[in-house]
Nanobody
Framework: QVQLVESGGGLVQAGGSLRLSCAASGRTFNNYRAGWFRQAPGKERAFVAA????????LYADSVKGRFTISRDNAKNTVYLQMNSLKPEDTAVYYC???????????????????WGQGTQVTVSS
């Protein structure tokens, strides 16, 4: 069974930065693609960023382009989300997800991800 553990969330002032990490463990992995999603209070879960296995392809929601960067270290089975120039509207619970299907393609569709972490809270104060 796959376990995903997010870390790095917290409280930050607007304009600040945070780096989220998502560590995968539990069994031997094949190649996998990964994504970050977020859910604000009272809203649906929304796509943030995605990356394929090699890191050659990344996708971003329009709202975070130019501010967030997704990356990965396959040797450590860890995916990162560097968040800069944070805004109050970035406040949400952030979830990472992985899929071993079609690992060579990045995807923004949460339905394409089989394994999810428990989430980490990011709060941006104004």
């Amino acid at each position: 069974q796959v376990q995903l553990v997010e870390s790095g969330g917290g409280l930050v002032q607007a304009g600040g930065s945070l780096r989220l990490s998502c560590a995968a463990s539990g069994r031997t992995f094949n190649n996998y693609r990964a994504g970050w999603f977020r859910q604000a209070p009272g809203k649906e879960r929304a796509f943030v960023a995605a990356i394929n296995w090699s890191g050659s392809t990344t996708l971003y929601a329009d709202s975070v382009k130019g501010r967030f960067t997704i990356s990965r270290d396959n040797a450590k089975n860890t995916v990162y989300l560097q968040m800069n120039s944070l805004k109050p509207e970035d406040t949400a619970v952030y979830y990472c997800a992985i899929s071993e299907r079609m690992w060579y393609i990045a995807s923004a569709d949460p339905a394409n991800f089989a394994s999810w972490g428990q989430g980490t809270q990011v709060t941006v104060s104004s």
